[in-house]
């Protein structure tokens, strides 16, 4: 009996602690191992990263402290194939000013169609779960990127 008490007790601290991370922690702390793992391995850096696949992972297409007007041309931290590629990013920028990503669906930060990723939010795992303001699917279709201050970015423009 004092065997079961015990264990129910670990059970329901457990769930406790996954409660109370939730409310703490963005959704997106409970999924995206991938993701989970990459951010563990350098913290909040400054950066902003993006890549092909699923999870953070397949091609890291770019890291940078900077912004780039198009991921397809061939300058800036994104190039060529890197345009309408991106199915998981992260903003480990460091928080003040200008700390959120603007992720756009045209080139040179167009802004009648973005996406805003927070530094809290720490990263976006699947991106077919978000649309750019214009209603149009973020997965496979980012093609440039800027720090902006989260004021710039419309309420329901942040992705998660
Ligand atoms: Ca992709
Ligand atoms: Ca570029």
Redesign the pocket.
């Known amino acids: 009996m004092r065997k079961l008490t015990l264990s129910l007790t670990t059970l329901g601290l457990a769930s406790l602690g996954c409660v109370a991370l939730g409310l703490a922690l963005p959704a997106t702390a409970h999924a995206g191992p991938g993701c989970n793992a990459n951010w563990n391995a350098h913290g909040r850096d400054g950066n902003v990263r993006a890549w092909r696949d699923l999870d953070c992972q397949g091609e890291l297409l770019g890291v940078t402290q900077g912004n780039?007007?198009?991921?397809w041309?061939a300058?800036?931290?994104?190039?060529g194939s890197d345009g309408d590629a991106a199915t998981s990013v992260m903003n480990s920028g460091f928080v003040g000013g200008k700390d959120v990503v603007a992720f756009y669906y045209h080139v040179q930060y167009n802004d009648t169609a973005y996406g805003c990723l927070k530094p809290g939010e720490k990263y976006v795992d699947d991106l077919t779960r978000n649309h750019f303001t214009n209603g149009a699917r973020m997965n496979d279709n980012i093609v440039s990127h800027a720090w902006v201050q989260a004021s710039a970015c419309a309420p329901n423009s942040f992705i998660s």
């Open positions: 780039d007007p198009d991921w041309d300058s800036g931290p994104f190039q």
